[in-house]
C-alpha cells in the first residue's frame, strides 16, 4: 500500500482519479487538496463521494502534503506544476504531473503555447513524456512524469504505429478530433460551456493553434526520427466524455499504402500484450461510449486505395486513458504494479 | 469464488450485471446465455468488454448452466423466469430474477398488470422481494429472489421510514417519478426510443396504469402494515439512466409534520448502517448524476408546514440499484459476503 | 407595423423575442437594449442572426427609447422592471414586462419571495396578470402586463379549467414540473448550469419555496375564488427547453371525480376557440418535444376512479409560451392584432 | 399561391418541408401521402402539427396527386423517386426528389453505391443538380431538381469557392463531416439510433466508402473542371441535428496558400448577394447550433502557413439547408418566388 496525493482534489480530474484509487488494490488515498475546499469533505464538491472513506481537504501544503503522502498527483491548472513539483522531488517524492508543465522539452514552444516562461528547467530535463505503452521503461524509472494532453494521447496513439513505416508520408497528417466538454474543467465558467449552448453545437476551435500540437509533434518526431508537422483540429461535441481522432495520411511518394488488414495486422503486433488499446477487427469502427469511464483506446482502421491514403480512428475518454487513467497507469509502472491495476473495469453502458 | 451465470447477457441488465461482475471478489463469470449471440463473445454485443476475459455466449440450456454455474441471475423478458426458475432450483442452484415474475404475490394482479398466467406457483410462494435495506435475512435465507423494479425501488426507499408513523397520511401519497430512457431495454425498438425523439422531451406514461404501481403498494402495506393506495406516475427525461422519484404525502388528519430536520434525524436512523442509502443534509437535494453507474441511493428531504406535508426526493440509477447493482447486493446477502463487495464504486463525475 | 424595442436583448428572452418578432407581420424592431452588446450587431451575442436585418445594440436611455419605439419587452433580470416600465407608462409607451416585478399584487409577497422593496406602486396596481388565454380583455385593454413566469403559466393552464369545479378539493392540489435548463439564463454563470453537470443529471431544487408558488396561488385564488394552497416542486431535467408540469387533484369530500373523457370534454369547452391550447384525446399524453419553440401549449387527461383523483399534465416551450411566445401573444392583444400573428409556427422536429 | 403536395409527409424530411411551407407566403400544402397515417391528420406521425390546417394523408395515387397539387416534394426513400417522378412529369407537374435517385449522373456509379438499376432515365439526364447557390438558372429552368444529400451540401458550400483556384492542389483534400443523428431518419429503426446507444457517442462510419463522396466529387469536379478525388469521412455526434464539415486542402505544388483574411474575402466574393452562406469574420467558427432549424450556411476560414494549408469549416444542418430548407429554395428558385422565401427565420436559441 502507497500513501497517495492529490493535489487539485476538486476539478474533474482530481475527482476522476479519486474515482480510480478508490478501486486500486494497492492504494490509499491520504492527502486531498484543494483550497476552495479546505477543511470540508470532498463530497461539498463531489456528492458522488458521498459514503466513501476519504480524508478532508485542506490547501496545499508542502510540509503537510510530504508528510501525508509518499506519491503525488498534481492535477492544478498549468503552471502550478513548476511550482509544486520540484519541491516534492527534493522531498524524495514522485509525481505525475497532470497539465502541460512539463509536457514540451523546448521551453520556447512552452512559452509561445501557454504564455508561460518555465521555472522549472531541471525538472523539465528529468520528465518522462507519460504515453505508457510507448515509454514504459522509462515512465518506470521517472520520479517525475509529465502526464500526456488528453487529445495528444488520442492522436499519438493513433498515430505511433504509422509515423516509423517507411510507406506513409508523415508531412500528409491531419488529425480532426472530436471531444466531450468535459476537457474545460469545472473551474473557468463561461457562457460557451452552460449546457443550453453546448447542447446540438459541434464547432471547431483553435484551428491550427491549439497547444495540443506541438505535443504530438514532439512525439511523433521522437518515435519517427522524421520531421513530423500535421495539421490538428480540435472540435467540441455535445457529450461529457470521449475523444475520437480521425487522423489521415497519404502514402508517400511512389509507394501504395498497404490494406486494410495488413494495416490492422501492423498495429496489433505493435500494440501486442497492452492491456488497453484494442485494435478492432476489419470494418468495426471505434466509439467513444464504448471506452465511456475507462482507460481503454479503442482503434479501427481503414485502407483506401482509391485515394492511396489511411485512415485511423481511435476513442479514448478524455478523462480516462486521456488523463486520470493514464496517470494511474503510469503511477503502477513508476511504483512497479501492474500496469492494469485498478483500471481494467469496462465502460458503463449504455 | 463462486461460479456465476447470466441469462439474457445481451440485454442491458445483462451488461450491467457483467460489469459489476467483474470487479467483484468473490465471483467467476462461468456462463454467459444469450439466443442472439450464441457462439459469440458477449463484446459483439457490447464493444466495452473487449479486453475483458469472459466466456462466450451460448444458447440457454438448463443441463450446461448447470454445469457451469451455481448462481444465476435470469435477465431476460418479463415470463422467462417463470419457466427457467423451478427447473434452476430443481438443480439445487440459486437465482435471482430481475424482471417482474416473482414480485407480486398475489397471481390475479400478475396476470392483470403482465397479461400472463403465472406458471411458477411454488417458486412464487418462496420467492423473496428483493429491497436489500429492508428484507436482508430473509434474502439471506432465500433460494429466489425477486429484484424489485426499477422505479418501485426509488419509491420505496423513499417513503419506506414514513408509511409506519403515525403522523401520515397514507392515503394520500403521491409518487412522481422522472427516469432515464434504458429502462426500455435495447431489443424493443420503437421510434418513441430514437434519440431524435427523446432529446428535449419529457412525459409522462402509463399514467395511473403502470405496472409498478401494485409492487409499490404491496411493499408498502407489508412495512405499515396499513393499506396503501397510492398515485404513481412515471415520466421519461432525455437521460440514458436515473429515476429521481419526488414523493409527496400529506399530514394525518390533526396531525404535524416534523420539520425537516426531524425527518432527516428520523430517516437517518432508519438507514443506519445501510452502505448505500445517503441521507442528505438540510436544504441539499439528490441528482441523479451523483449515482450514476452505482447501487446508491441518495434521499432528501423537506418538510412544508404550509402545506402540512413532507416532499421526498430519491435518486438511484435505474440501472444499478434499480437492477443490476441490487441485485449483486441480493447475491451478497444470499452467498454470505459482504452486502457491499464489489458494489463500493462511486459515480462517475462528470 | 408598430415600433418594437426589446430592453436587454443579449439573454435568452431577449433573443426569443427577436425571433418571433422577426417573423412577425405587423412589427418592426427598431431598439435593441444591451449594455453589455453596445454598440455591436446583436449577432455578436446570437450568430443565429447573421443575415437578419436588426439594429445595433445601444444601452438603455429613456429618452433615445421613447424616441425609437412605441412598444416594449422589458426583458432584463427582476428588479429592472420596477425603474423602466413607469418612465415608459409617463412617456405614453405600452410595456409588456417579461420578469416577475409586476406579477405579486402583494407587494409584501414580493418582497418576500424577491428579496426586494417594490418602487413602483402605482404601475404595479395598474399591471394586468398576462395568461393571455385567461384575461384576454383585461390584457387587451392594458399598458403595462405582467409576463407570467413559466412555470407559473404551465401550472395555471393546467388547473384553470379545473379549480372552479365543485369536484375537486383545491386544497389537495399538488404541481410537479419539470423544466429544461434555459430557464436560467445566459448571464448568471454556475458550474451547476455546465453541460457536463446537467447532462444525465435530473433533479428538484426550491422545494417547497420556490418563487413561483405565490404567482400560481394568486392567479388560481382568482380564477376560482377559493383560498388555493397548494405544493409546486420544480425540476431540472437535461434539455434546453420546455416544462412538463404533472398536476394531481383528488376529488373533494364525499365527490367523484370525472371520467377521463369527462376531464377532457370539460377542458376542450374551456378553452375553446383558444388557438395554442390543445387538449389531447384519450389515452395521449403530451410531450414537451411537441411544443420546442413554439407558443402552444399541449394538455393530457386522466382520471384514476381506483385513487379518485385527476392528472393533469402540460407541455410548454418555457421559452415559448412560458416567456417570449406569450408576451407576443400578450402584445398582439394588447396592439388588437390577430392574438395568433407570428406564433402559428409548429415545433421543429426532430 | 401554388398547390404543392408532399410523398412521403411522415418522415422527418416530410415533417420539415411541412413546418417550412406552413410558413411560406406563395404556397398552399394540398396533398399529404403517406402509406403508414393513410385517412389520419399528420398530427398522428408528429404531434407538434396540432392546430395547423393541413390534408389528411392519403396513400400515394397518381391521378389524386395530379389532381390536387401543381408541385411535389418527394420525399420517400432512394428508389421511390424513379418510380414517381417519371409519371408526375408526364402530367406536367414540377418535382424535386429529395433523396439520391437523380443526383449521381453516372448510372454505373448510382448501381454501384446504391444497390440498384436506374430506371428513369430521361428524368435523370434532365435533373439539375441542385444546390442553389451555384445553379440558379438551371433550378429556375428546371422540372425536376435533384435535392442534394446533407453530407454533399456542407462539403460543396464549403470547397466551391477553393476548387476552381489555382493555389490549392484538388487532390489533397480531405472532408471530415460530423453529423446529427436525425438523418437516419425516422423509419428504419436499430438499437444503434437509440437514445441509449447515442448519447455520449461519437464515431464514424462508412469511412472511405459513404454514399456522398461520389456526389460530392461530380460536383467539385464540374464546378473545378478538374478530376477531384477526395476523402470523405462521415461521423456522428450525440444531436439531433446539424452537420460540421471540416475540409483540408494543400497548396499546390509551388504555392503557397492566401492568408486567413484573403480566403475571407474570396469567400465573401464568391457568396455575395446569398442570403444563405454566411461567411465569418476571422477568428470565428461555425457552430451547428447557430443554423439549427434554419436554411443558413455559416463558413469559417483560417490558413496555416505553417503546414501550407486552408481549414474551412461549415455548419448547416442536415435538416434544413441539407434537406427540406434547400428544397423550398430551390421550388422558390422554379417558381420565380423570391429565393428566399418562407426561410429567413433565425435559429432557435438556445
Do not use: W
Not at 482530481?14 to 483550497?35: F, K, N, Q, W
Not at 508542502?62 to 498549468?78: P, V
Not at 486513458?321 to 509502472?333: R, V
Amino acid at each position: 500500500m502507497i500513501k497517495v496525493g492529490i493535489i487539485g482534489a476538486s476539478g474533474y480530474a482530481g475527482a476522476e482519479l479519486i474515482r480510480y484509487l478508490l478501486a486500486h488494490p494497492e492504494v490509499e488515498i491520504t492527502y486531498l487538496a484543494s483550497s476552495t475546499f479546505e477543511g470540508k469533505p470532498i463530497s461539498e464538491a463531489f456528492p458522488s463521494f458521498l459514503g466513501q472513506n476519504l480524508p478532508l481537504c485542506e490547501s496545499y501544503n508542502l510540509d503537510t502534503a510530504a508528510k501525508k503522502a509518499d506519491f503525488f498527483f498534481q492535477a492544478q491548472g498549468n503552471g502550478a506544476g513548476m511550482k509544486i513539483v520540484p519541491e516534492l522531488l527534493a522531498r524524495g517524492k514522485k509525481i505525475i504531473d497532470v497539465p502541460a508543465d512539463f509536457r514540451l522539452k523546448d521551453v520556447e514552444t512552452y512559452k509561445k503555447y501557454y504564455g508561460m516562461e518555465h521555472i522549472a528547467i531541471d525538472a523539465l530535463a528529468e520528465a518522462v513524456y507519460g504515453i505508457s505503452e510507448l515509454h514504459p521503461k522509462e515512465i518506470a524509472a521517472a520520479r517525475i512524469v509529465a502526464n500526456p494532453g488528453c487529445y495528444a494521447t488520442g492522436a499519438i496513439l493513433a498515430l505511433a504505429p504509422l509515423v516509423g513505416s517507411d510507406f506513409v508520408c508523415v508531412q500528409s497528417m491531419i488529425v480532426d478530433s472530436k471531444s466531450g466538454v468535459s476537457g474545460a474543467g469545472r473551474s473557468k465558467l463561461s457562457a460557451a460551456g452552460l449546457f443550453c449552448e453546448v447542447n446540438e453545437g459541434c464547432k471547431a476551435y483553435d484551428v491550427a493553434t491549439h497547444r495540443h500540437t506541438p505535443e504530438i509533434e514532439q512525439e511523433l518526431c521522437v518515435i519517427s526520427g522524421k520531421d513530423v508537422r500535421l495539421n490538428f483540429t480540435p472540435h467540441l461535441a455535445p457529450m461529457n466524455r470521449g475523444i475520437l481522432t480521425t487522423a489521415y495520411a497519404s502514402a508517400a511518394q511512389g509507394k501504395t499504402v498497404p490494406t486494410s488488414a495488413e494495416m490492422i495486422a501492423r498495429y496489433r503486433e505493435f500494440y501486442a500484450r497492452q492491456p488497453f488499446v484494442m485494435v478492432l477487427d476489419e470494418g468495426k469502427q471505434p466509439c467513444t461510449k464504448d471506452v465511456f469511464g475507462t482507460n481503454f483506446c479503442h482503434i479501427g482502421l481503414v485502407s483506401d486505395s482509391r485515394t492511396n491514403r489511411v485512415i485511423v480512428t481511435c476513442a479514448i475518454d478524455n478523462m480516462g486513458k486521456g488523463a486520470a487513467g493514464q496517470a494511474i497507469q503510469n503511477m503502477n509502472l513508476m511504483c512497479g504494479f501492474d500496469q492494469a491495476a485498478g483500471l481494467m473495469s469496462p465502460a458503463i453502458y449504455p
